[in-house]
């Protein structure tokens, strides 16, 4: 859903070998500049590796933490249908985790390895799960812009060079597309509402709005990574690009809601053919990711805790696996 950690988080690459490897590494090129998908059995340099695990792992990690900003509303949700359609966006973003942290095993790193990662604050995950849901207009401002933008991001993730990832997107994305809708609906059923409920939304989106553009990750000019893995065609549109795209499509909506777009310099460009916009408070940005936003601690102290109470559960199971290989071993002998 979120690669903005490609550019924020991680272990600098890993240089290719020199002598055989560059061999290979042109070889591994060609196949990529022939559109063919690398499997993970494939020949790959180390530090493609090593990038698809920080991007995909740090994805998988933005699926289960973003569950908890929902979650969160599926007891006040205002009616029992949306309670239901909650419940089961919830329970999606909990199986795309599930599908990414698959993809990555692939690549050599288990999927302990990956939460524990991501529990000691070693990995990081998307800033936007690191703002409050304070009304109920928030979960609309969610399904519409957050995966809104997380659309706009996977789309292109179909066409990723890694077979596994590109597959697993496939699938996300047909799911994501609902949750949009699901959000978008919450906040035309608002918009249409009482002076008060219109207001609501108007206050979610004042909120969500920057946020949401800063989900692309840094400017171009500030992206570290992007350019290898551009070549690499991981990533195969530019953070800027993205962005731009999300603003065109996001403003008419905006206008077809009659809500307005909490950034004064927001116009229509003639000449460009697309929407100028103000600039994004990177520190924010960098702040957030860094551990520092409203709800950082509160979203890592919550995964901790459901680890730590699902123990017991981890402990029955492999107890009962390893009396049933006990078992198994005792027949068979």
């Known amino acids: 859903m979120y690669t903005q950690a490609l550019d924020t988080h991680g272990k600098e690459p890993v240089p290719p070998v020199a002598g055989e ?35 995909i792992s740090q994805h998988a990690h933005s699926e289960i933490v973003g569950m908890l900003p929902e979650g969160n509303w599926i007891t006040r949700a205002p009616t029992l249908k949306r309670k239901a ?5 919830v329970q999606d973003e909990g199986g795309h985790g599930m599908y990414l942290y698959s993809a990555a095993e692939t690549l050599g790193i288990s999927r302990a390895e990956m939460l524990e990662q991501l529990l000691s604050g070693a ?37 990723c060079s890694f077979g596994p990832y590109s597959r697993a997107m496939i699938r996300i994305c047909k799911e994501e597309s609902f949750h949009q809708r699901q959000g978008f609906d919450i906040m035309i059923k608002l918009c249409q509402g009482r002076a008060e409920q219109k207001a609501m939304a108007q206050d979610a989106l004042n909120r969500w709005w920057w946020p949401s553009l800063m989900m692309f990750g840094p400017p171009d000019a ?112």
């Open 123 to 159: 990995a990081k995950y998307s800033s936007i799960f690191n703002y409050p849901t304070l009304t109920w207009a928030d979960i609309g401002a969610i399904g519409w812009l957050v995966d809104g933008a997380a659309i706009m991001n996977q789309i292109p993730l179909c066409r």
């Open 85 to 89: 359609v909650l419940i089961a966006k």
């Open 222 to 333: 500030d992206s570290v990574h992007s350019a290898q893995s551009a070549l690499w065609k991981i990533k195969i549109l530019s953070n800027d690009e993205l962005r731009q795209r999300f603003v065109d499509q996001t403003v008419p909506q905006a206008d077809y809601l009659g809500i307005k777009m909490p950034d004064p310099l927001l116009k229509w460009n003639e000449q460009r053919g697309h929407y100028d916009f103000g600039p994004i408070d990177w520190e924010e940005f960098h702040n957030v990711i860094k551990g520092n936003g409203p709800c950082n601690r509160d979203r890592l102290r919550t995964r901790v805790q459901a680890r730590e109470d699902g123990a017991w559960v981890r402990e029955a199971a492999l107890a009962y696996a390893e009396k049933r290989a006990a078992k198994a071993m005792k027949e068979a002998a």
């Open 21 to 55: 490897a560059d061999s290979h590494a042109a070889r591994f090129q060609a196949r990529i500049d022939e559109e063919e998908k690398i499997e993970p059995k494939d020949w790959m340099p180390e530090a493609y590796r090593q990038t698809l695990i920080r991007q």
